[in-house]
């Protein structure tokens, strides 16, 4: 089975310029995560989807941060523009209803 | 607001010896305490999940147990090789929602 897929796998742009990042989950699981990894720390949850619907979104930073999962599958988020504190890994992660999380490679964003 | 703590934040042992990594938390409130690896510049993979009526997982050469009137996990290591060297993470899930709460993780080195 595959697991989840993200892509690119490291993004290098300069400040001010937009981005996006790319996820294909599981196949079979509704339920969708992005987080953000900043160095040393645990994952910061951004967004959570169930199917296409964006049940919490609380901690994304909307004045720059945009996510969609349009058809209830992949799911594509976006950074417009850039700033240098947005360097991080940004995960993905999908899951069965009330299930275990499964974690993409992340992408590693550096903005400089 | 629960709050997810791991110590040491780093450790390095010889190859072959037994260790124990550590997980606070402070709300006894979880459905499930999760334990996960990352290897540098990749994603999480889950080790294992605890359920809060369970008191220990075993996979391998791998043992968590759970205490949750004392706010605690342990993640039990046996005979440890170097390719064991990786950041540990925990995370809880709250019984009132989805969103888990990571520790900042574990950075294990096993010396050959």
């Known amino acids: 089975e595959a697991g989840v897929v993200q892509s690119p796998r490291y993004k290098i742009i300069e400040k001010k310029q937009p981005v996006a990042f790319w996820c294909n989950p599981i196949?079979?699981?509704?339920?969708l995560y992005w987080y953000r990894q900043n160095l040393g720390q645990g994952p910061e949850l951004l967004i959570r989807?169930?199917?296409?619907?964006?049940?919490?979104d609380s901690q994304l930073p909307k004045d720059r941060f945009s996510a969609e999962r349009l058809k209830g599958v992949d799911s594509t988020l976006k950074i417009q523009p850039a700033e240098l504190g947005d360097s991080a890994v940004y995960l993905c992660?999908?899951?069965?209803?009330?299930?275990?999380?499964?974690f993409g490679p992340g992408t590693r964003l550096t903005v400089t | 607001k629960q709050e997810v703590t791991q110590i040491p934040a780093a450790l390095s042992v010889p190859e072959g010896e037994n260790l124990v990594l550590n997980c606070s938390f402070t709300?006894?409130?979880?459905?499930?305490l999760q334990w996960f690896r990352q290897d540098p510049g990749k994603g999480l993979t889950s080790l294992l999940l605890?359920?809060?009526s369970q008191r220990e997982q075993t996979s391998g050469r791998l043992n968590a147990s759970l205490d949750k009137s004392s706010g605690r996990s342990t993640l039990y290591i046996a005979a440890s090789q170097p390719g064991d060297s990786a950041t540990y993470l925990c995370?809880?899930?709250?019984?009132?929602?989805?969103?888990?709460?990571w520790g900042a993780g574990t950075k294990l080195i096993i010396k050959p």
């Open positions: 196949s079979g699981h509704n339920t």
């Open positions: 989807y169930e199917n296409e619907e964006a049940v919490d």
């Open positions: 995370a809880v899930r709250p019984s009132s929602n989805y969103q888990l709460i």
């Open positions: 992660a999908s899951s069965l209803p009330s299930g275990e999380q499964y």
């Open positions: 605890i359920q809060s």
């Open positions: 709300d006894s409130a979880i459905y499930n």
